[in-house]
């Protein structure tokens, strides 16, 4: 078996597509910055490289030949060793078919066409994400995330943080460099119970107060009509 990569330039990426085309366009793009690849074409072949090598990420297509996307993601799910992020792509864009992919495990969904920039940003929020989840600590440019004590610091300096203003805090920090819908945000922090359409955008105030209000530069960001994130130069992330 493959072991990690501990130098930070590249990732290992496992591609299971059954378009050429497609798998071809992805490649080249990603390689030239340095990604490594493996391909698939069937579901079958993706399912015994994801189980035998060692991959920071795998790009799983929906509809393959044989065994589909959705069955490949849940037998890696049930039968691999360690935690694998899954993206998922498919040209099926209904709200039953993307439940559907997050039910088999997949950890983000991605609907053709896209664009390749897209696809690269994803790839690395899934990787940074499963890097927070799997440490206790975490350092994001400014801030550390204390998980054990449910602690954040900016600059070495504490954040009072209310218990919400952690939880969207944390989530910000796992999503990042990706931007959070109000939707999903919403959905993490009340799940399927209203709220009061002002409770958000109170949370986030009070958040601001305390993240950015005493220092020089602000990080919380607001993305108009689509939603947060936090404005951390990503070339500067270890």
Request: glycine share 6%; charged share 25%.
């Amino acid at each position: 078996m493959k072991e990690p990569m501990t130098s930070s330039p590249a990732m290992h990426v496992l591609l299971v597509e059954d378009q050429l085309s497609i798998a071809s366009n992805i490649a080249e793009y990603m390689e030239a910055k340095g990604y490594v690849f493996d391909f698939a074409a069937t579901g079958d072949q993706g399912l015994q490289l994801a189980l035998e090598n060692y991959y920071d990420v795998i790009i799983l297509d929906l509809n393959l030949p044989g065994m589909d996307g959705l069955d490949v993601c849940q037998q890696i799910r049930s039968n691999a060793e360690r935690h694998i992020p899954v993206l998922m792509l498919t040209a099926r864009d209904s709200i039953d078919d993307k439940v559907s992919g997050f039910h088999s495990g997949t950890d983000d969904y991605l609907t053709k066409p896209f664009s390749l920039e897209e696809l690269e940003v994803r790839c690395l929020a899934l990787t940074r994400r499963h890097q927070l989840h799997v440490q206790d600590c975490v350092n994001l440019g400014p801030l550390q995330l204390n998980r054990k004590r449910k602690t954040v610091t900016r600059e070495g300096t504490q954040l009072n943080l209310s218990s919400m203003g952690y939880r969207i805090l944390t989530i910000l920090m796992d999503a990042f460099p990706q931007v959070v819908s109000r939707t999903e945000l919403s959905h993490k922090l009340w799940g399927d119970e209203p709220t009061e359409s002002d409770a958000l955008r109170s949370h986030i105030y009070q958040l601001r107060n305390v993240l950015d209000k005493p220092f020089d530069t602000p990080l919380l960001k607001t993305v108009f009509g689509v939603g947060f994130t936090l404005d951390i130069d990503d070339k500067k992330q270890s």
